[in-house]
């Protein structure tokens, strides 16, 4: 069985990490969407939020299982039984970091690869950072966030 990590802050999930995890869930036999735990971050959203809003954003999907971690990625990966690292990408600007981490955790675990998929052109604008300033300033973010998404975040935060 083909079993392959997404790993992000995920905060919040938007379409176009969907439209990459949807890709990847016809690719592999299981995906694990997995929101890392960073210390150092303070998110918008708590770990347990963002879990909950990606399981109700991707219940189409047999195959995806929803988790968060502590601790490196490609440790993470292992620990699953992954041989792959699912990265999505929007533009060329995105791949030079891709790229760095990609290499970082090749020097780690070389027996876990890095792929990358890229979005929809609609997709390629979209990131969690630019959803966050819309809501928080009263737009409209139903084009760049699943239903469910919109739905809380709006009851959140009005």
Known sequence: ????????????????????????????DKVIIAVAKNSEKLGFLTIDERVELIRKSCVHLNNVEVD????????????????????????????EYEMQLSQNNSALNHNIKTV??????????????????????????????PDAVKDYLVKKYS
């Open 1 to 28: 069985m083909k079993i392959a990590i997404y790993p992000g802050s995920f905060d919040p999930i938007t379409k176009g990490h969907l439209d990459v995890l949807e890709t990847g869930a016809e690719i592999f």
């Open 68 to 95: 968060s971690f502590d601790g490196l990625t490609i440790d993470y990966a292992a620990q699953k039984g992954a041989t792959v690292l699912l990265r999505g990408l929007r533009a060329v600007s995105d791949f």
């Open 116 to 145: 990358f998929l890229i979005t929809k052109p609609i997709y390629n604008f979209i990131s969690s950072s630019s959803v966050r300033e819309i809501l928080l300033n009263g737009g409209d973010i139903t084009q760049f966030v």
